[in-house]
């Protein structure tokens, strides 16, 4: 079960509110969702990840992340053309749980929006905003 | 309980002894002939049983099911309320049974008149006149009103609004309906009481709004404070509301959705209206709009010419949305009670399912947390359990599974989508003082559980012919008919 261990922030990423994370490769844009996400979620099921080549703004729903819980949309954290998506969560879903930050990465953006990334959080500014129940 | 309730039954596959067969045929007095062998199966590998195997089988698996006969069935937004049985010795009558559908309207006027009458009192009740009995459930009516606000604007020329508003507490069928009828799906926050947050709506709105659908009480169980000013704001717009009835059981005979400012609205038979449902189906699912709107309800409906009953066309139907009437005898039971209540007692429904529903709350909130504790609960509540996880680490879904060992169905869990490890309770109004008593204690002790021994609630359920199923994998690998594994 997810329960139990401890929640991670790590600060080489950026935080949407709406929980997914953004990582800086030289001139490309990884994302993916958050531990707290994964979480929260529980035993994810079933990660729909769009086709590479197509292009999204900041915002729109890009994906469905599906756990024995619930079914929910996850949105672009920055805007910008998807260059590669990560085939390996087809088969192994659970990767999103064991490694949200890691291997069960979502999309690589290249390029993308880089001014988008000012309105994300730091790691501290995403942490305290659960911890206080702004958003959840 | 039954005695044979609690262990496991094995499959029909199972039980099968080859050359074993529950049919006994007369001899054949015409020329066998085989069938083409490209017709012919082999791998089918059906069970061989006999007649009295299979009863037995089956009467053993339906006295594994829960039923609200034999206690509180307390899911919330599903309404699970008693269905009484005189119901169903009125759909029993021969002239309700034994009508058949295709039969001329002038030798069936006593079921039209009970049709044309039961679209009187939903007309009456919601303060909306324009009524259909024809959709199937709940989400089939959201449909039919869906697409009578669109047939509305597309009447005024108005081919300009894509979008329909939705809170993010609202029911899962919302936004399906709205994307089936073609419409983008706009999402409205909600704010800390637990309505919709107004800056976030207004900012919303726009001449590209088609509507808003939203339920009243929400899913969180809270009557929406501002229920007039989010309507007033929908048509300043040009758009319409929709009311999504599901938990109309809350203000039945109290508030009329109509009087509110919704323009639409279906009503569940099956909750408000003591319709079996959750296996016991069919449901059904009328839709009532204001007077104008009435043109484009599906056809046909009943009407009154005269002495006699009628189908007639809406002049801009949106066309048929099921095959002939509707689900006849859903409609007949839901019309036998709101007949035995009457317009003095129909109240009563709404009255004392939200009495049940705080009176459940007092006896469990300093155990459990309300989400929103400052705030009255309508017919059901919300609970959080946030703290049961960081402090006991248990989760909502233990604590559903723990209720099965007290020998209760679970109430609804992880939804509405908003409260993280969501518990929903809604008990109805049928619920006896005791029976709530009863209910509150075992909740009690649960949570005493999760404190003492979190271990006892991560390994339920214990009392089950299986225990905790492994619902994960299921989802990962389904496999989804009989195979030798």
Redesign the interface.
């Known amino acids: 079960m997810s329960s139990g261990k401890e929640i991670t922030y790590p600060n080489d990423v950026k935080y949407a509110s709406t929980h997914e994370w953004v990582k800086l490769d030289s001139d490309t844009a990884i994302v993916g969702i958050t531990d707290y996400a994964q979480d929260a979620l529980g035993d994810i099921v079933f990660v729909e990840l769009p086709e590479p080549g197509m292009e999204k703004k900041a915002g729109e729903a890009f994906g469905v992340v599906e756990s024995v819980k619930a079914a929910s949309d996850v949105f672009m954290p920055v805007g910008g053309s998807i260059s590669a998506t990560n085939d390996a969560l087809r088969d192994a879903p659970e990767t999103v749980n064991g490694d949200a930050f890691g291997a069960g990465w979502m999309l690589k953006l290249f390029p993308y929006n880089a001014a988008d990334l000012e309105k994300l959080m730091d790691a501290a500014t995403y942490k305290s905003k659960i911890d206080s129940g702004e958003i959840h | 309980m039954s005695i044979v309730a609690n262990k496991p039954e094995p499959l029909l596959y199972e039980m099968s002894n080859p050359g074993t067969v529950g049919y006994s045929l007369p001899e054949c007095d015409v020329p066998m002939t085989q069938l083409p062998s490209d017709l012919l199966r082999s791998e089918l590998n059906l069970p061989e049983v006999g007649e009295v195997d299979v009863v037995r089988h089956f009467t053993r698996l339906s006295q594994k099911n829960y039923c609200v006969d034999l206690g509180i069935y307390p899911l919330g937004s599903c309404t699970m309320k008693y269905n009484p049985k005189v119901n169903e010795e009125a759909i029993r009558l021969a002239g309700f049974s034994q009508v058949h559908p295709m039969q001329p309207a002038e030798t069936a006027q006593g079921a039209m008149q009970l049709m044309y009458e039961l679209q009187e009192y939903l007309g009456a009740i919601s303060g909306l006149p324009g009524v259909t009995l024809q959709p199937a459930a709940g989400a089939q009516g959201e449909l039919t009103g869906v697409l009578v606000i669109r047939a509305y604007h597309l009447a005024r020329g108005d081919t300009a609004r894509s979008e329909i508003l939705i809170p993010d507490s609202a029911h899962g069928t919302n936004p399906a309906t709205s994307a089936m009828a073609g419409y983008q799906v706009v999402q409205v926050k909600s704010d800390a009481r637990g309505n919709m947050d107004s800056e976030d709506l207004r900012a919303k709105v726009s001449n590209k709004t088609a509507g808003i659908m939203f339920t009243n009480p929400n899913t969180l169980g809270l009557f929406e404070e501002h229920v007039r000013a989010v309507n007033q704001i929908l048509h300043d717009a040009g758009g319409l509301v929709y009311g999504d009835g599901a938990n109309l059981n809350a203000i039945v005979g109290v508030a009329r959705p109509g009087d509110l400012g919704f323009d639409v609205i279906h009503s569940n038979l099956h909750k408000t209206f003591s319709v079996p449902h959750g296996g016991g189906g069919p449901g059904s699912g009328p839709v009532m709009v204001r007077p104008d709107l009435a043109q484009f309800l599906p056809s046909p409906v009943v009407a009154q010419e005269g002495e006699t009953y009628v189908f007639k066309n809406p002049a801009h139907s949106i066309g048929r949305i099921k095959s002939f009437w509707g689900n006849f005898l859903a409609i007949v039971r839901a019309y036998v009670y709101i007949r035995s209540f009457g317009k003095e007692h129909l109240q009563e429904i709404a009255q004392d399912s939200v009495l049940n529903a705080n009176y459940l709350l007092a006896l469990i909130r300093d155990v459990y947390d309300p989400q929103v504790p400052e705030r009255v609960c309508k017919h059901e509540f919300v609970l959080n359990g946030t703290r049961f ?1 960081k402090e006991y ?3 909502t ?1 233990d604590v559903a599974k723990r209720i099965i060992d007290y020998g209760y169905y679970p109430p609804t ?3 509405p ?2 409260v ?1 490890e969501c518990l929903m309770i809604e008990p109805t109004e049928t619920q006896s003082k005791a029976s709530l008593d009863e209910f509150a204690a075992a909740l009690r002790q649960i949570a005493e559980e999760a404190r003492a021994n979190p271990q006892l609630l ?1 390994d339920a359920p214990h009392d089950t012919p299986v225990t905790r199923l492994d ?2 994998k299921a ?2 690998e389904p496999v989804l008919r009989y195979k030798h594994l």
């Open positions: 996880k680490g248990v989760n879904l869990i992880y939804f989508l908003i993280p991560h619902d994960v989802a990962r």
